[in-house]
């Protein structure tokens, strides 16, 4: 398990420095090397197995049902990253601990520090895909972290926030590109993958693939043309810089190549794409490089222009090219490291990074100036320096892939230039720094820095010599086995020697050298030119801005168009919408609208009464501002409603049509009479007439799936009642025995929302006092007198006649049409008309049980009784029974338990209708005037 | 007749009697807190009785209208937790307000009941039953604060557009009614099957127009932004978790349990809905300067990729949708209870611009707030992210390449606006008006709990995909 315990260290000791950092800011530092040392310690007893060619696995289950667990891999390439990973890391901890001031928060440094090793230990100690996207993830969090570590600066927060964009944007696409991986190979772990090279590259998705898990690389690695954001990112403190754009968080992107070299490499595809991108960010580092006057900056493009090279060494994709890859990326992490190290020294020292202001440094810090000037060496590529090795290594396949393109030739030209830049910026860096005059307004007089802020920088130069004249005893090990872990397969034979004879490579390097020397010679003139002519279109940044701006704009104009907050709007949104899947739904289907049922003749009467619904619906949409016109025209609509069902035999249906007609009909009346008579025209008629179309659309989409639905046979339940309802409920109107007898408790459940509706209203009413308008629009006053001695006398007549055909109705309607709820609601009608003919008070006075709360609640309790009645015989709740009497002059009369549940809701039906209706009424002031002091409510 | 089984429902039948016993309690007490602790006793009642009486079979109840499932058991449990956790937060927050009266508890418990009826729906009238009584419940809840326009105007909304949603579900199962012959899932399935599956198109439409409403799901998403962002925050904050839940358990219920032969037709309508959620809802959230409206268009994109899971018509989509829309609840909880706990009498921290350098002054805050806002952007190590992995694997192992690349796209675009209120926290001098939490010390356990949960969750996501798994291989045939 040591491979778990070497990735989880950092992050644990990440945890344990926050809290050490608090005794003092050494004790951070400490803490993270001692952290760091630990997970070296985790790693030495594995180096053997590695070094010996096999590959260390190690699993802990984590996510077995998504493919996952937690297995960690060792071999040759892991091992390398795993080494300069904690190797530089250390460094940088012990560099860090001098280059910050004492401002800065040393625990958030080193914790920031320590989980962005975690995270990239846990990268290039991945064997599955989706972990070590986590882990990549993780890097880009971490980075954020720590680019953004100087807070308090607008730059450092913009670079910060870019980097992370674009990685982050990166590590998604690489995620699909995995998940497309994994779909191919069927696993996600790498021994699987890499095995099966074959299968990905003949896969119909390798191309898709192949680009998604490109983009991820060439995000993280800074490739042309998603390098802009490594520049900016060098807002971080130096030794941020030092780590992340030398050894590790740049260089997880050309880990990622190398890592699935075998699995992607040697298509087309790979070679132009990944080639190609690698020679670009090649000559476009290696140029825009010289003309940067911060130091930070030239470096920033250098480490650009050496991945592009590291890139295109992979694209190239001969087993030679790898080792040569491999070899490079140990290369530019030493020298890298140490110039950004010394880079930092430098900003230390004197405050400032510019190179135009910094010159002459010789004279003050000697110590510094021989460090950089080896470093720098190693980067321009000088012969017994290490990066002169990796160079010629790339000049050499370079001339060796170009035998075999079509203009091949143009390929070991753009690399000899690339490298002719690459010595012109690192002369630059030399002379300019250390040399050319003195030092112009410097924020602080340069010195040598403390000893152990230098320590870093020797070891990593002392290793750029070592490595640079003796090749083949130091680093020959180490890269012989990463470059087998790249490839999977033994590593082909190299010579690691200085000189090779007098190869074309060499040639190049001679040309690079002095044109480099010539270029920087002649620098004035270029820079020139750059400054006014290239700069302003050289700029990658503009088009990620440009992008995110286009972005903005786009997402305003979709949410001021979507957003308006106007529910009319949304309204027909939402129609529109539902008109569209309808219309889709539509034409989806294959078979034919009209069903096999046979549609019925057409009668005169039926076409009339249809026309008149029409014209009913139609008048009321039109005259709908003319509130008391569109209400009596809707009672029309009603009306016609229950002749329909009356002519399709449902006289029950008509009946309670009727009766809910005429009270909704009041109910909307009493509510209107204190609103005005019009309502105000709010739409313009564009408006109107879009949603007129909208209307007549949704309506017919309505009717065709009406249409659709009628015209097929189906089997409706209407026999199980008609065949049960006589014998089991004892009644022929089914529509009666299904409510009071089927569906019994559906009913109970009705009534005891309608009492409780009615209760409801009665609360809300009950002190609620408005006065009613005086005058008519147009000015004149209302009659006086309120309620005419004709209809008053008439609707006295008429009460006794209603309630009659109540009772009758009601007794009648467990075989007939009728029923409790269509006599409650007639029996309310007629004792509504009093209300209305004769004023509430007058009414009140008449009708000494006109509180309805007790006529409700002994509706409920009969109701429920009689329900509950059943369970003295021993039946379950509701069941009903019936018998037969013998009435003197009626004759014989079915008498069944469901009718004293139909009285029960009879009687709320009654009462809460007319508790309603009582107290809309009530509100009006005007019926508080008559002499009865009632307090007019109950 | 089958005898009546009452085991099943007697979460439900519990949680209703003691909503009864909250408003009688309500009616004769003054004092709220009774309410309160009734209320939490009551979810956590109905958790124990639900973990008692799962079982890992389907058990059908009422003939046929309700089913008794490990998938229900799980989403109902985590619906309990949600609420209760949701209730929680705001109890500073309402009585602030004159809002904390048992008005609220039954409310929310019958909100629950709605949505428990929903879970455990397998007859359409059973699931219009419970889909009514939750937006009922919440449509009044949004408007529960009288005297605010911004609410009123809310509620008002929310029920006209509700009311509508809910008229096209009713009309295409009417159609589908018509079609099949039956209102019974199981029964509609095997009609379906049969093959009298003419029209079935047109009248399913109806059902994924009403579907995609209760689920916020674009183009049908109009009425989210403005109910959260005009509804109190405690309000806002528990419309945005548990009731994603049961509306993630009636798409299951009634297209891939009901209406699975017609799978070619909603996984198309699935598929475009997905697409332009998932777009409007990032794209649109990146303009949002006030926080409820910005997570409200992130709803929108989340609930698409929850479709996502579910078009891809397999167990491990099914799955993954599940866990997906249960992580999101979390985040979502989190999320909204730091506004919730962030507000103040007077003051509701719900701009962008009030979380300004809360990391200055309240460090532990701004931490939970930063984890939950980085799982919602879907970053690892946060739970967020397993729930977008294992969605978008579901995704590619049917062969939806390019949803899954678009999906990928607009999380990416997702992820710009999360991070903006991170960089807020982090980088941001601290707003003049200085956020003075209001809450006691147990809700901002609660809350650290919520924001631990999105991190922990994340380490060890395992044994809830364990379970979503097992729960949707054992209730989906």
């Known amino acids: ?938 | 007749m089958t005898p009546l089984n009452l085991t099943p429902a007697l979460p439900e039948i519990f949680v209703l009697a003691l909503a009864c016993v909250v408003l009688l309690v309500e009616a004769f007490s003054k004092k709220p807190e009774w309410s309160y602790t009734l209320t939490q006793l009551t979810l956590v009642g109905a958790g124990a009785i639900t973990l008692l009486t799962a079982e890992a079979g389907k058990v059908y109840a009422f003939n046929g209208m309700f089913v008794d499932d490990l998938m229900g058991d799980v989403l109902k449990l985590v619906s309990y937790a949600a609420a209760i956790v949701a209730v929680a937060y705001s109890r500073a927050y309402l009585s602030e307000r004159a809002m904390f009266r048992g008005e609220y508890f039954v409310l929310v418990l019958f909100a629950v009941l709605g949505m428990m009826v929903m879970i455990s729906a397998s007859h359409f009238l059973t699931l219009y039953l419970g889909l009514e009584l939750l937006s009922l419940s919440l449509y009044t809840l949004v408007a529960l604060q009288r005297d605010s326009m911004v609410a009123s105007e809310a509620a008002m909304k929310y029920f006209v557009l509700g009311a509508l949603a809910s008229g096209f579900l009713l009309y295409g199962m009417s159609i589908l009614y018509g079609m099949t012959g039956s209102l019974e899932l199981t029964k509609v399935v095997a009609a379906v099957e049969q093959g009298s599956s003419s029209l079935l198109a047109f009248g399913l439409v109806f059902v994924v127009a009403g579907l995609a409403f209760k689920l916020g799901v674009a183009p049908f998403h109009m009425w989210v932004p403005d109910i959260y962002h005009g509804a109190p925050s405690a309000v806002t904050l528990f419309i945005g978790s548990a009731p994603k839940l049961a509306a993630f358990a009636i798409v299951m219920r009634l297209l891939v349990d009901g209406l699975h032969p017609a799978v070619g037709d909603w996984q198309q309508m699935l598929a475009i809905m997905a697409v332009l959620s998932l777009m409007i809802g990032n794209l649109a959230a990146i303009m949002q300067s006030n926080l409820k409206r910005m997570l409200a268009y992130s709803t929108i994109a989340h609930m698409g990729f929850l479709l996502l899971g579910v078009l891809a018509d397999s167990y491990a989509g099914y799955s993954a949708a599940m866990f997906y829309v249960i992580t999101y609840a979390l985040m979502s909880l989190g999320a909204f209870g730091m506004v919730v706990y962030l507000s103040r009498a007077g003051f509701e921290a719900e701009n962008l611009d009030d979380f300004k350098g809360l990391n200055a002054r309240h460090p532990w805050l701004a931490a939970v707030m930063a984890m939950v806002m980085l799982s919602l952007a879907g970053l690892p190590p946060f739970v967020g992210f397993y729930a977008k992995l294992t969605v978008l694997q579901a995704l590619v192992g049917a062969g939806w390449l390019w949803l899954a690349v678009i999906a990928v796209i607009f999380s990416l675009i997702g992820a710009f606006y999360y991070l903006r209120v991170v960089k807020l926290m982090y980088f941001d001098a601290p707003h003049a008006n200085d956020l003075a939490p209001s809450g006691e010390a147990d809700v901002r356990a609660l809350l650290s709990l919520n924001g631990l949960g999105v991190l922990v969750l994340g380490l060890v996501p395992q044994p809830l995909l364990a379970l979503c798994a097992y729960a949707i291989q054992t209730s989906i045939q």
Not at chain 1, 294 to 304: E, H, N
Request: glycine fraction near 10%; charge should be neutral.
């Open chain 1, 1 to 938: 398990m040591s491979l778990v315990w070497l990735v989880l260290t950092p992050f644990l000791g990440a945890a344990l420095v926050a809290a050490v950092a608090r005794l003092g800011r050494s004790h951070a530092a400490w803490a993270a090397g001692a952290v760091t040392l630990l997970a070296l310690a985790w790693l030495l007893p594995l180096i053997p197995t590695a070094f010996a060619g096999s590959t260390v696995l190690q699993r802990v289950g984590w996510l077995p049902s998504a493919g996952v667990d937690l297995v960690f891999r060792l071999d040759g390439l892991g091992l390398l990253f795993a080494l300069l990973i904690l190797g530089i890391g250390l460094l940088v901890i012990l560099y860090a601990r001098y280059y910050l001031s004492p401002r800065d928060s040393m625990g958030r440094f080193y914790a920031s520090l320590l989980l962005f090793m975690g995270a990239m230990l846990g990268v290039v100690l991945s064997e599955n895909l989706i972990q070590l996207l986590v882990f990549w993830e993780l890097t880009s969090l971490a980075s954020f972290l720590l680019i953004s570590y100087w807070q308090h600066r607008a730059d450092a927060r913009n670079g910060a926030r870019m980097a992370l964009a674009v990685t982050g944007a990166g590590g998604l696409a690489l995620l699909a590109g995995f998940l497309l991986l994994g779909e191919m190979v069927g696993s996600y772990e790498l021994s699987a993958l890499l095995a099966a090279g074959d299968v990905i590259r003949a896969h119909p998705f390798y191309v898709p693939m192949l680009a998604l898990v490109l983009l991820g690389a060439f995000t993280k690695s800074a490739q042309f043309p998603f390098h802009f954001w490594l520049p900016h990112a060098m807002a971080a403190p130096t030794p941020v810089s030092a780590y992340l754009h030398s050894a590790t968080m740049v260089k997880a992107g050309v880990f990622l190549l190398a890592r699935l070299f075998p699995a992607l490499s040697g298509t087309p595809e790979w070679f132009w794409l990944v080639t190609g991108a690698g020679l670009a960010t090649l000559l476009v580092g290696a140029f825009t490089a010289l003309f940067k006057h911060d130091l930070k900056g030239l470096l920033a493009y250098s480490t650009i222009s050496h991945l592009g090279l590291i890139t295109a060494l992979f694209g190239i994709g001969t087993p030679l090219a790898a080792v040569a890859g491999v070899f490079h990326i140990i290369n530019h992490a030493t020298f890298k490291a140490g110039l950004f190290m010394a880079a930092g020294i430098i900003d230390h020292e004197c405050g400032t990074r510019d190179m135009r202001r910094i010159n002459g440094l010789w004279r003050y810090m000697p110590h510094t100036a021989t460090l950089a000037m080896v470093a720098a060496a190693a980067m321009a590529g000088v012969p017994l320096f290490n990066g002169f090795l990796s160079k010629e290594m790339f000049f050499a396949e370079a001339v060796g892939v170009s035998a075999t393109l079509a203009w091949g030739w143009l390929l070991p030209v753009a690399v000899t230039a690339a490298g002719l830049f690459a010595v012109a910026y690192s002369l630059r860096f030399i002379h300019d720094v250390f040399f050319n005059g003195e030092p112009i307004d410097l924020p602080r007089t340069p010195h040598e820095p403390p000893r152990w802020m230098k320590v870093p920088v020797e070891i990593l130069v002392v290793l750029c010599l070592l490595v640079g004249i003796f090749p083949a005893q130091t680093v020959e090990p180490l890269l012989s086995v990463a470059a087998a872990g790249v490839l999977q397969a033994p590593t082909p034979a190299h010579d690691l020697a200085i000189w090779h004879g007098f190869s074309p490579a060499l040639w190049m390097s001679l040309i690079a050298l002095v044109g480099g020397v010539l270029v920087y010679v002649g620098r004035r003139p270029l820079f020139d030119l750059y400054e006014r002519r290239i700069e302003p279109h050289l700029d990658a940044k503009a088009i990620y801005e440009y992008l995110l701006g286009r972005l903005f704009a786009f997402a305003r104009r979709l949410t001021g168009w979507l957003d308006t907050g106007s529910l009319p709007r949304l309204l027909g949104l939402f129609f529109l919408f539902a008109l569209i899947l309808g219309a889709a739904g539509l034409a989806s289907d294959t078979v034919p609208l009209t069903g096999a049922r046979a549609l019925l003749p057409v009668d005169g009467i039926s076409l009339l009464a249809t026309l008149g619904l029409i014209a009913a619906a139609l008048a009321t949409v039109v005259l709908h501002r003319q509130r008391f016109t569109a209400l009596i025209l809707i009672g029309a609509v009603g009306l016609t409603v229950a002749l329909i069902f009356i002519k399709f035999s449902a006289p029950d249906l008509a009946l309670t049509q009727l009766s809910v007609e005429v009270v909704t009909i009041v109910l909307l009346l009493l509510a209107l009479y204190f609103l005005p008579q019009e309502s105000p025209a709010e739409s313009g008629t564009p408006r109107r007439l879009g949603d007129g179309v909208l209307a007549l659309a949704a309506g017919t989409g309505a009717g065709l799936l009406a249409w659709a639905v009628l015209t097929r046979p189906y089997q409706t339940i209407a026999g199980y009642f008609l065949d049960n309802s006589l014998t089991g409920g004892g009644g022929s109107n089914v529509v009666n025995v299904i409510l009071v007898d089927f569906r019994g408790f559906d009913t109970l459940g009705e009534i005891t929302v309608l009492a409780l509706a009615g209760l409801g209203i009665y609360a809300m009413l009950e002190h609620l006092r408005l006065p009613g308008p005086a005058r008519d629009p147009q000015g004149r006053p209302w009659d006086a007198d309120r309620h005419p001695a004709i209809m008053a006398s008439f609707t006295r007549l008429l009460l006794p006649l209603a309630l009659l055909v109540s009772l009758f109705i009601f007794l009648r309607g467990h075989n007939l049409p009728g029923g409790g709820f269509i006599a409650g609601l007639i029996t309310a009608v007629a004792l509504i008309m009093q209300y209305l003919a004769n004023g509430v008070a007058w009414t009140q006075v008449r009708l000494p049980g006109s509180n309805m709360h007790p006529l409700i609640a002994a509706g409920l309790a009969i109701a429920t009784v009689t329900g509950l009645a059943s369970f003295a015989f021993g039946h379950p709740f509701l069941t009903s029974t019936f018998g037969h009497v013998h009435w003197p002059l009626v004759g014989e009369f079915e008498l069944a338990s469901a009718m004293a549940f139909d009285l029960g809701v009879y009687l709320v039906v009654v009462g809460a209708t007319l508790l309603i209706l009582i107290h809309l009424g009530a509100m009006h002031t005007a019926s508080h005037e008559a002499p009865s002091p009632t307090k007019g409510d109950n």
